[in-house]
């Protein structure tokens, strides 16, 4: 798959403004891979910026038999824990909508990040091309459990994560490889405190979230932050 390096990016007035863009591109993307594959397959980030957008789609009307929902990352917690990604993304959206239980694919994170990495990574083993990919930013330039300085095995799809910077220290991710292989990669940004990610992405320092791409190219929605 070739991979387009370019990275659009999008500025918002308000809080409001970018939650209510990312909900219509990512309605928009489900309709156009409904219309081509028969379903949607999203990844989900977690983080206060989604929650926001997972809570519009709560009230969204959509076609939600076709939805099939990923994580991007979680931390190897009890499933129950209110740090999990899979448990705020049920509560803000998951658990409103009619999206089959079988389609809303969890992370196992709380199997620990070396048997819940393989268990995931089962999950994904034939998985076609996803349409699109949800990711943050940290204020390290890290995105999913992808972290400056820490290499991560490319070989698999699912990888296990030790020695986070931020705790818990042992997570699971997504590896780059797997998601780079997405039509649509959409991140949202806000807050004062990525600036200076969004800087050092914009003079092309290589912090992890620059790593992901997508035959599509980047779409960073941006809010709180100065494109200098």
Excluded at 154 to 183: E, G
């Amino acid at each position: 798959m070739s991979l387009n390096s370019q990275t659009r990016w999008h500025t918002f007035q308000s809080q409001d403004e970018i939650n209510q863009a990312a909900l219509q591109r990512i309605l928009a993307a489900a309709d156009e891979a409904i219309a081509k594959h028969g379903n949607f397959l999203v990844v989900l980030a977690g983080g206060s910026t989604p929650k926001a957008v997972y809570q519009l789609l709560a009230k969204a009307d959509a076609d939600w038999s076709k939805w099939h929902i990923y994580h991007n990352d979680d931390r190897c917690l009890p499933a129950d824990h209110a740090e999990r990604n899979s448990k705020m993304a049920r509560e803000a959206w998951l658990n409103h909508v009619a999206i089959p239980q079988n389609q809303i694919h969890d992370i196992p994170a709380e199997l620990g990040n070396v048997e819940g990495a393989k268990a995931y990574a089962q999950t994904l083993k034939g998985v076609r091309t996803f349409d699109l990919v949800i990711l943050g930013l940290g204020e390290d330039g890290h995105t999913a459990s992808l972290f400056p300085g820490q290499l991560v095995d490319n070989t698999a799809d699912v990888v296990p994560v030790y020695n986070s910077p931020k705790p818990p220290a042992d997570r699971i991710t997504i590896s780059q490889d797997r998601l780079n292989n997405t039509n649509e990669v959409m991140f949202l940004v806000t807050g004062a405190g990525k600036q200076e990610a969004v800087d050092n992405w914009r003079k092309g320092v290589a912090i992890p979230a620059k790593l992901i791409q997508s035959p599509n190219g980047v779409d960073v929605y941006c809010f709180g932050v100065e494109l200098k």
